[in-house]
Each structure stands twice: as C-alpha cells, then as structure tokens.
C-alpha cells in the first residue's frame, strides 16, 4: 500500500526567504502523480502544483517548485520569496486507483 | 467556470440522526471524490464516483455512503451519527477521472458538528 510522510508538523519562515517542505512516499507503482496543496485557516484546499512521475524535469508554478526524486522517493516544495499569504497547512498528496493518499500536513508559519 | 460548490457549509446534529452533504462538481467533470478530515486522523479518503458508478471506497463503516446522479452531482449519507463523525468533508471533481492522472479540485467543505 502506498504511504505519504511529512516528517515536520511546523516550519516558520522570514518573510521573503526560501523555505523547502519536505515529502516522501512508498509505492511499487512506476506511473503516478503527486501533488502538493496548501489550506489556509479559510479551509479551502488548493492545488499549489503537481508532478508526474515518468517526467525528469521538475515541476515549477511562479515561485513553487519541487526537487522530485524518483529513486529516493522524495518530493519536496521549495517556496521562494516566500509572502504572507503563503501561510497555511501544505499537504502532500500521491494519486492512486481514483484517490488521494494525503500526508499529515506542515503547517507553514510566515514571519513579518 | 464556476468552482466546486459544497452544501451547506456548516451543520450541526446530534447523535443518532443522519445527515445528507451535497457537492456540485466543475462543470464538465465526471468524477467526484469525497473525503474526511479530522485532526486526529488526517484526510482519509471516503469514496469516488464516475458516471454514477462508486468506483473506489475508503475503509470506513456502511453508515457512510454516497451516490452520484447523471449530472454528475453528488451527495453522501452518514446514518447514525456518532460524536467521532465531526470533521470536515471535503468533496473534490476532475476531469476524466482516470486513475494516476487526474488532477483533484476542492470545494469549501461542510464542517459537521455532531453532539
């Protein structure tokens, strides 16, 4: 069965800075997807940014990336300039047989 | 094009009673996929629906269950309401519903208090 860790309940942040949320997975599957989405106090999930596995090239969306590493089974979130609004839990996600297998989440605090 | 949309927003019941949540997908998307989300167990995946059909369930108790009508809509029962049913229900669409590449949209979510 597949499992996603998130091994840090809480990070914290200067505003401006580069924070990187760290992920990994178990699967024996070769083709898959895996996704990070953030949800802020208001509750509403959103999809931040998602990478397929057969595609080498990291996933990049304005100042999210991902460092994917297939073979180690990692998938971390790099946020650069990070802002105020970035505040929220972020979740890591891997898709599998119709669902979503979720992390237990890292909180992401901003500092002014 | 209109989000995901959940009904109501907030509930509140008592123990015993049973409940309907309803979710309106994105237009043009055929699956729809429910899960809970309770601080001590995380998000846990309910069930998911295409073209009417429950296509995959979660590990969770027969009071749980869903349907999907032909406009793709969807709605989940929990019967018997029990103290550890409060969460958040989040209902989630996409696209094509294929099994590795979808990508999931969230609603707003229904938060159920059961007392």
């Known amino acids: 069965a597949q499992t996603v860790t998130q091994s840090q309940p809480e990070m914290s942040v200067q505003e401006a800075e580069t924070v990187t949320l760290s992920c990994t997975y178990d699967?024996?599957?070769?083709?898959?997807?895996l996704f990070w989405y953030k949800q802020p106090p208001s509750r509403q999930m959103i999809l931040v940014i998602r990478?397929?596995?057969?595609k080498q090239q990291n996933a990049t969306e304005n100042r999210f990336s991902v460092n994917f590493q297939k073979a180690a089974k990692s998938f971390s979130l790099k946020i650069s300039d990070s802002q105020l609004g970035d505040a929220a839990m972020y979740f890591c996600?891997?898709?599998?047989?119709?669902?979503?297998?979720w992390g237990a989440g890292t909180k992401l605090i901003i500092k002014p | 094009k209109a989000g995901v949309t959940q009904t109501p927003r907030y509930l509140i019941k008592t123990r015993g009673q049973q409940v309907t949540l309803s979710c309106s997908p994105i237009?043009?998307?055929?699956?729809v996929s429910w899960y809970q989300q309770t601080p001590g167990q995380g998000l846990q995946f309910l069930f998911e629906y295409f073209s009417e059909t429950q296509r995959n369930k979660g590990n969770f108790p027969g009071r749980f269950s869903g349907r999907q009508f032909s406009n793709s809509r969807s709605e989940m029962n929990v019967s018997t309401l029990e103290l550890g049913d409060s969460a958040l229900y989040l209902c989630?669409?996409?696209?094509?519903?294929?099994?590795?590449?979808?990508?999931?949209?969230f609603g707003p979510g229904t938060r159920l208090t059961v007392l």
């Open positions: 699967t024996s599957e070769s083709d898959y997807y």
């Open positions: 237009s043009g998307h055929r699956s």
């Open positions: 989630a669409s996409s696209p094509n519903g294929q099994g590795w590449a979808d990508t999931q949209y």
């Open positions: 990478q397929e596995a057969y």
């Open positions: 996600a891997y898709r599998s047989n119709y669902q979503l297998i």
